[in-house]
């Protein structure tokens, strides 16, 4: 009974391990994104320059973040 317990319980984990890692990279990018907002020394009103720093902000994620925040950072 033990062992079907925790094979479910693993089952359970493998299916919702990917809907938590995708929150969690969510986020991670709004904190990220907050940061920069704060380290900015003035505030950026021009459409170019919120893009160019967001770029440079998704090519300092690690590769695995970076494709999971690229659909959420694609408007900007």
């Known amino acids: 009974m033990a062992e079907g317990l925790a094979a479910e319980t693993e089952a359970i984990i493998q299916q919702t391990l990917p809907t938590i890692t995708n929150e969690i ?5 709004h904190i990220l994104l907050l940061v920069a907002g704060k380290r900015a020394e003035r505030p950026v009103l021009d459409k170019s320059a919120r893009h160019n ?15 999971a925040t690229q659909h959420l950072l694609l408007p900007y």
Do not use: F, G, I, Y
């Not at 967001?54 to 973040?65: F, G, N, Q, V, Y």
């Open 25 to 29: 990279e969510k986020v991670q990018v």
């Open 53 to 67: 720093r967001l770029h440079a902000l998704r090519e300092s994620m690690d590769p695995m973040t970076q494709t």
